[in-house]
């Protein structure tokens, strides 16, 4: 299972424009893990996450757990750049399997 872990610290700013991939693609695979972790954390529009999976998909974490909760440091700030669908390529997180 694959993973990426992008970690600012405690002061530092993470910035995703690219693409992060931990995804399952053969039969039977599950998405592994995506964490983008800092003080600040970003997604620029044409950031893509993908964890996902033949079987199921994995995790992504953005700016810290859901609900601030587990081990993760969490984020003071968090920005996602995200434009409609008609005006652009947007900030695209496929974390599901079909099926």
Do not use: F, W
């Amino acid at each position: 299972m694959a993973s990426s872990v992008l970690e600012g610290g405690e002061r530092g700013m993470v910035a995703v424009s690219g693409t992060l991939d931990a995804s399952g693609r053969g039969a039977g695979e599950h998405g592994g893990t995506i964490k983008v972790l800092g003080e600040r954390v970003g997604l620029s529009s044409g950031a893509t996450l993908d964890a996902s999976g033949d079987a199921g998909g994995g995790t992504v974490l953005v700016g810290g757990n859901y609900q601030g909760s587990g081990p993760e440091q969490n984020a003071s700030a968090t920005y996602v750049n995200a434009r409609r669908a008609d005006q652009g390529r947007c900030a695209e997180l496929p974390a599901t399997a079909a099926g």
